[in-house]
């Protein structure tokens, strides 16, 4: 059984940073593929940012410069940075994570909200 918890989210005022974290745990083999996505109320679930098991990192052009992805591989997480926070930013925000021998798992999601 595999796991991703996922932590972080909240309320932030516009301008604000927030950091998600995602740590995955259980039988969970090689790590190939990291990223995030999120889901706004009424509108379908959408690609954020991902990362490879190289580093390489791509993102969504609405958050770019904004956003930034990382991962510690020895620790089997991934994070992410988000800066300069808008309020079309608000979302429930995903992780996903998929192995080398293509099994793949979602997080639980975290509430990001961004208002004033």
């Known amino acids: 059984q595999v796991q991703l918890v996922e932590s972080g989210g909240g309320l932030v005022q516009p301008g604000g940073s927030l950091r998600l974290s995602c740590a995955a745990s259980?039988?969970?083999?090689?790590?190939?593929?990291m990223g995030w996505y999120r889901q706004a109320p009424g509108k379908q679930r959408e690609w954020v940012a991902s990362?490879?098991?190289?580093?390489?990192?791509t993102y969504v052009d609405s958050v770019k410069g904004r956003f930034t992805i990382s991962r510690d591989n020895a620790k089997n997480t991934v994070y992410l940075q988000m800066n300069s926070l808008k309020p079309e930013d608000t979302a429930v925000y995903y992780c996903?994570?998929?192995?080398?021998?293509?099994?793949?798992?979602w997080g639980q999601g975290t509430q990001v909200t961004v208002s004033s």
């Open positions: 996903n994570v998929i192995e080398f021998r293509g099994y793949e798992y």
């Open positions: 259980g039988s969970i083999f090689s790590i190939n593929h």
């Open positions: 990362i490879t098991g190289s580093g390489t990192t």
